[in-house]
């Protein structure tokens, strides 16, 4: 089991119990997953820090290496990749024990892609530019409890 530090603050008599078990909380890992450097750095921006640790791929084959490597809780994949696509990067982490939700980013999203998606297991499709509202609501979604394997999504619509 990993060593975490623990900040002075969490010890602070008057700091709220909630605060503190959010300092405690180790940062869960986000994978985003594009050949394009913009796409992470967009992510990095949106996501709270202290939270979230991002970790980046540029191609399928490297996805699912940091995948093996780092674990992740989110993975945000583009929806073209040098190497490939979103659906052999879906079909590679549907064999992880525990898959991590999956979102697909394209500059276009019609109904048919999100279909496509959401019957793969996938939780969300959003759009690029990546909005903040969408992407929070994607991270905060990765702690509710979904009962169903990969391969049976759930209904997530970004607001656009």
């Avoid at 998606?117 to 979604?141: H, I, T």
């Amino acid at each position: 089991m990993a060593a975490h530090s623990i900040p002075a603050e969490a010890f602070d008599d008057d700091a709220e119990p909630r605060s503190t078990l959010r300092l405690l909380k180790p940062r869960a890992k986000v994978l985003s997953v594009s050949a394009n450097q913009s796409d992470h750095l967009v992510l990095y921006r949106l996501m709270d820090a202290s939270q979230w640790t991002l970790v980046t791929a540029d191609t399928c084959r490297d996805a699912v290496r940091q995948l093996w490597l780092n674990g992740a809780r989110v993975v945000f994949c583009d929806h073209s990749l040098p190497d490939g696509n979103w659906r052999n990067v879906v079909g590679r982490i549907s064999r992880i024990g525990a898959p991590p939700r999956f979102v697909v980013m394209s500059t276009l999203a019609d109904a048919s892609l999100r279909s496509e998606v959401l019957n793969l297991g996938g939780c969300a499709v959003l759009v690029k530019p990546l909005m903040a509202r969408d992407v929070q609501r994607v991270l905060e979604s990765a702690y509710a409890p979904d009962p169903r394997p990969l391969g049976r999504g759930r209904a997530f619509r970004s607001g656009h």
